[in-house]
C-alpha cells in the first residue's frame, strides 16, 4: 500500500489521536477525608491523573505535545519521535506513537529501573540510556537529527502545547469538578514541579479566570527549581534528586517563575507537615 498524502496522513493522525481522547473519561478528583482539618474549614483534594490509559501522569501532556508538534508541522508519516524522558512522560509518548505508527525512542539514564523501562517497550518504543540525566537532552537532540525525526523536548514545550484556556486541561477539569463542594474556588493548588508544564497551565488558568488560588509547587531537594524561584537566576544549575524522574538539575524553559507563589523543597510525597503549612497561607 503505498504512503498517505502527508496533508490526509496528517489528517488522519489528529483524527487518531482526538478519537482516542473521545473514549477516554476524564480524570477523577477524590475528596481525602480528613476530619481534624475539616473542622476548621480545610477540605483536601487529590487528583487522580493515574487513571488515564496508560496509568502515567503525563498521559495528557503527551497528546498535547503530539497535537502541538503535528500542527506545527514538525511530525510526519514516518518520522522517528524522541523524547528525553525516564518514566511517565516516555510511557505515554509512546502509546501516542504506536497509535499512530511511528517509531518511539526514549532517552534515560543508564540507572533507570528495570520496571520503567518494560512500561515503555510495553508500548513499543525503544530505551536508549545514556551515562547521566544531565546527557539526555544533548543525546535526544543528536538521535533525532540521525534518525530524521523529531525531538518532543517536552521540558521546552509542556507549558505552551496545553491551551490552558480550556480544551479539558487539567485546571479546567479541577475547577469543573470542585463547583458544588463547600469551597468551590480552592485557597490553595498543589503540584510536584516535574517539568514545569502543570504548575503553567494551572498558574495562567487561575490568572485568565480571575480566582483568588494561590499555586504552590513542590519540589525534592537537590533540584534547581527552588534555588530559581528564589534569585531567578536561570542558568543555575544543581546535582539533581535522588529520586528517578524529578529534582531537575538544570532551569528547563517549562517552569515558569513568576506563576508560582510558593516553592516546598521536600522530599517526595511531602510530608504531611506540610499540610497546616500551606492551609495557613
Known amino acids: 500500500m503505498p504512503p498517505l498524502h502527508t496533508d490526509d496522513w496528517l489528517r488522519q493522525a489528529i483524527g487518531l489521536i482526538e478519537a482516542d481522547y473521545q473514549r477516554s473519561a476524564d480524570t477523577h478528583l477524590i475528596p481525602l477525608p480528613l476530619p481534624g482539618f ?9 487528583k487522580d491523573e493515574s487513571t488515564h490509559p496508560t496509568g ?26 524522541v523524547e528525553a524522558s525516564s518514566g511517565s512522560t516516555a510511557v505515554s509518548e509512546a ?9 518511539f525512542i526514549a532517552v534515560m539514564a543508564q540507572n ?21 540525566a544531565q546527557a539526555v537532552y544533548g543525546a535526544a537532540q543528536n538521535l ?30 479541577m475547577f469543573s469538578q470542585m463547583a458544588r463542594e463547600r469551597h ?18 494551572i498558574g495562567r488558568y487561575i490568572r485568565y479566570q480571575r480566582h483568588a488560588t494561590q499555586m504552590c509547587v513542590a519540589d525534592p531537594t537537590g533540584s534547581v527549581f527552588g534555588q530559581y ?37 521536600t522530599r517526595w510525597p511531602p510530608c504531611a507537615a506540610c499540610l497546616p503549612c500551606w492551609a495557613a497561607k
Open 95 to 103: 502509546y501516542f506513537a504506536r497509535l499512530l505508527g511511528l517509531p
Open 144 to 173: 533525532a537529527l540521525e534518525t530524521g525525526g523529531h525531538y518532543m523536548d517536552q521540558f521546552t514545550y509542556a507549558e505552551r502545547a496545553t491551551d490552558w484556556r480550556g480544551n479539558n486541561n487539567i485546571a479546567q477539569s
Open 229 to 265: 524561584h528564589r534569585t531567578g537566576n536561570a542558568a543555575l544549575t544543581a546535582a539533581g534528586s535522588r529520586i528517578e524522574g524529578i529534582g531537575r538539575p538544570r532551569v528547563e524553559p517549562s517552569f515558569i517563575r513568576t506563576l508560582v507563589d510558593r516553592m516546598c523543597e
Open 38 to 46: 475539616a473542622q476548621h474549614g480545610i477540605d483536601l483534594y487529590l
Open 184 to 201: 468551590p474556588i480552592p485557597r490553595w493548588v498543589v503540584v510536584g514541579a516535574g517539568t514545569g508544564g502543570t504548575s503553567a497551565t
Open 56 to 81: 502515567s501522569l503525563k498521559h495528557r501532556l503527551a497528546r498535547s505535545l503530539f497535537l502541538y508538534a503535528l500542527c506545527n508541522g514538525w511530525v510526519r508519516q514516518g518520522f522517528t519521535i
Open 112 to 132: 533507570t529501573s528495570p520496571e520503567k523501562i518494560a512500561q515503555i517497550t510495553f508500548y513499543g518504543g525503544r530505551c536508549h540510556l545514556v551515562e547521566s
